[in-house]
């Protein structure tokens, strides 16, 4: 594949912006410079948040139908460009190409086109009251949107944002991450061409602190922050937003239980942890790669699983047949290792490297990326730090276990709670686990498949508030009363 070159822009009232203080944008995969992007200061994001407040007072007037239909636009611009949008993925984040053309750009439509729908097919509550007064209520947009989002899967998980934000009558600064630039400024390519009205939409391009994100969580006439990102950095972000009393909701890290019951079919079992383990070289929030099994299954699933697993190929994200990306850069590749390398590392002594751990021998120009091979670490303790913390990698861990209530205390021993696979053909169990993990989604016998009307988010350490279908509206709009007098 030939190499590109990306002028990346701000995208501001509707205008593109480029220039000033800029950034080098990386392809993960070989860590060459393939473009450059400019990184927004107070002047940007004052200049965006200005203008999605002017066009506020029109967009958020504007009947839903009307919105309704340039959102449609908008989604089709994205299928329209979906070859294109899922290269540009592929050269942002560094996932294999054949993860983005099988259904992920028609997700990244539907996350705007479900959104536009649902506000015009979906009512709201009226209580006629027994004295004859009419309770009914109004969903209201709040204003100006911030959107905060991370770069491990971004084009996903900023029309996750940009739509109910849009639908509902906001107006959106988006300021994506600075590892992955391409992807927002292209959807801003289509939204500009599509012709969403200057100011709706606008990008800003730069990095946390001192810079885009910290100017804009802090900013006195944003509205709302809706951030996905780490922990730490979603706990810095309430902190500023609560000086000017913002609303946040906040999606954060995760350390997803993956409970294999002996009763499982361990084929289907062995394909659902590859993906829930390794799907985007394991950097991804809702991993499932804490890997539990019960003890009579425990050795015939690792066998299976590692066997399966090291038929995972890194290499070249272009090429069909790569199955394993790049880690994002060299410094978040050190700091996977650093879980399994060096002096001390994050398990205990017993435990065993069973695949992996090692970086693949690629050639150049692939030995610049940030390939590391599946790893397996067999027979982790629960207190081991690569049990506790997220790893965001390939790295899956895995660990036997005896009785129901174990597996549920397992599971439960951490402080995330984002997401959970549970595995069994037993029905009965399955409810009865599902029901007792800490986390805000539990999948059974399969991963990742979510239908937009449910809610999605994280308890405990994972996350604040829950967005999809009626929960983003919730978050998004305004609920206000009116009491109709007889
Ligand atoms: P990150 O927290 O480093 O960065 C996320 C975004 O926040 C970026 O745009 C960054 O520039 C911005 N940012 C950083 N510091 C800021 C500050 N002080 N003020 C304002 N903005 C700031 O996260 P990351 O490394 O990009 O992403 C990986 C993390 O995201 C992992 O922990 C992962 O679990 C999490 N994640 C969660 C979900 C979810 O849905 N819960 C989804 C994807 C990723």
């Known amino acids: 594949m030939e190499k590109p070159w990306f002028e990346v822009e701000h995208y501001i009232g509707g205008e593109f912006v480029g220039g ?27 200049a965006a948040v ?30 329209a460009r979906a070859d294109e949008l899922a290269r540009v993925e592929s050269w942002d984040v560094g996932r294999p190409i054949r993860e983005n053309t099988h259904g992920y ?27 004859g007064y009419i309770n009914y209520v109004l969903h209201q947009p709040v204003g100006v949107a911030g959107l905060i989002t991370p770069w491990n899967v971004p084009m996903m998980l900023s029309t996750w944002k940009i739509g109910p934000a849009l639908a509902f009558g906001n107006t959106v600064v988006l300021k994506p991450a600075e590892l992955t630039p391409i992807g927002a400024w292209k959807l801003a390519q289509i939204a500009h061409e599509s012709g969403l009205p200057p100011g709706v939409f606008n990008v800003v391009q730069g990095f946390g602190p001192d810079s885009a994100g910290a100017y804009l969580t802090a900013h006195p006439d944003v509205d709302l922050i809706s951030f996905t990102g780490e922990t730490t950095t979603g706990k810095a972000i309430m902190k500023s937003a609560t000086d000017t009393l913002k609303r946040v909701s906040a ?3 995760g350390k997803g239980p993956n409970v294999i019951f002996a009763d499982a079919d361990v084929d289907k079992a062995v394909q659902t942890s590859l993906r829930s383990s390794f799907f985007n070289q394991g950097e991804f929030c809702l991993a499932g790669s804490r890997i539990m099994v019960q003890r009579p299954l425990y050795e015939e699933f690792l066998e299976k699983f590692a066997a399966a697993a090291k038929g995972l190929k890194p290499g070249d994200p272009f090429d069909e047949s790569t199955s394993l990306g790049s880690l994002i850069g060299p410094e ?28 693949p021998d690629l050639g150049a120009p692939f030995d610049g990326g940030n390939y590391l091979n599946a790893t397996i670490v067999a027979d982790v303790k629960p207190e081991d730090r690569i049990s506790q913390e997220e790893v965001f990698g390939p790295v899956a ?10 597996a549920i205390s397992l599971a439960n021993g ?18 009865r686990v599902a029901g007792a993990i800490d986390a805000g989604t539990v999948w059974v016998n399969d991963f990742f498949v979510r239908d937009l009307r449910v809610p999605f988010g994280g308890m405990k350490s994972s996350g604040m508030g829950r967005e999809g279908g009626v929960y983003s509206r919730e978050f998004f709009t305004e609920a206000k009363t009116v009491c109709l007098s007889n």
């Open 20 to 46: 000033g203080n800029g950034f080098d944008v990386r392809y993960p995969a070989t860590n060459e410079v393939i473009g450059t992007a400019p990184e927004g200061k107070e002047a940007e994001v004052d």
């Open 414 to 431: 951490v402080s995330y709670g984002l997401s959970a696979v549970v595995q069994t053909r037993d029905l009965g169990r399955a409810v």
């Open 397 to 406: 861990t895995a660990m036997p276990f005896d009785e129901e209530d174990e």
């Open 332 to 359: 978040h590749l050190e700091k996977v290792e650093g879980f399994l390398n060096g002096r001390s590392p994050a398990f205990h002594s017993g435990a065993e490297v069973r695949l992996g751990g090692d970086r």
């Open 105 to 131: 750009v028609l997700r990244v439509a539907a996350n705007i086109e479900f959104f536009a729908d649902f506000v015009v097919t979906h009512g709201s509550d009226a209580y006629p009251m027994d004295t």
């Open 251 to 253: 999606e954060m890290g």
């Open 50 to 79: 200005g203008a999605a407040q002017e066009a506020f007072g029109k967009w958020g007037r504007m009947g839903a139908g009307e919105r309704r239909l340039m959102l449609k636009r908008f989604a089709e611009g994205i299928r």
